[in-house]
């Protein structure tokens, strides 16, 4: 008895312990994928702004990855805007 119940349990469940995926929400994979790469894109600024301080990057080298990676991050913010 006790091994059915907790079958029925655990086949309950499991859609509530499953995440949701993008086709879940009806949200678009090309946004979701640009949304992803928005979030990789501000973290590599931070992490550049972080390296320049602790002295791993030059000025120059951190203005050029800077301008790169912002350049980049415009593009992906203006086909989110679309």
Known sequence: MIVILAAVAAFVALPLRRRPSASDAGEDP???ELEARKE???RQIRDAELDRA???L???DW???DAELRREAIEVLRALDR
Request: hydrophobic share 25%; charged share 35%.
């Open 30 to 32: 090309r946004r979701a």
């Open 58 to 60: 030059s000025n120059g």
């Open 63 to 65: 203005r050029r990855l």
């Open 54 to 56: 602790q002295g791993k």
């Open 40 to 42: 990789a894109l501000y």
